[in-house]
């Protein structure tokens, strides 16, 4: 995967999360892992006021996100799996770390 184009991407992901754009948040999944946004936004706080990323593990094949989202009923942490689709950078999994 592009270094650049990869942490760029997650990068802007967490920004839209910040701002509550849930159009680009929603387009940054694979089109399989999209059913599953309802669910993965539960995890979060709501609203989230701060979506802050803590690394970036970029790979050949797929790159690991660690972002932090905060919000006014706490944070959580969640680790995304990132890889190439369509010419870019989209989640393919995600999850709660630790």
């Known amino acids: ?3 650049a184009r990869t942490r760029e991407q997650v990068t802007a992901h967490a920004a839209a999360a910040e701002r509550g754009d849930v159009d680009s948040v929603v387009a940054d999944f694979s ?3 999209r059913p599953q946004v309802p669910q993965l936004v539960q995890a979060l706080p709501q609203p989230v006021t701060r979506a802050e990323v803590l690394s970036v593990d970029v790979g050949e094949a797929e790159s690991v996100a ?8 706490g944070e959580v942490t969640v680790r995304s ?3 190439e689709q369509g010419g870019r950078p989209v989640i393919v999994a995600a999850e709660p770390a630790g």
């Open 1 to 3: 995967m592009d270094d």
């Open 31 to 33: 089109e399989s892992m």
């Open 66 to 73: 660690m972002i932090r989202y905060a919000g006014d009923s």
């Open 81 to 83: 799996r990132w890889q």
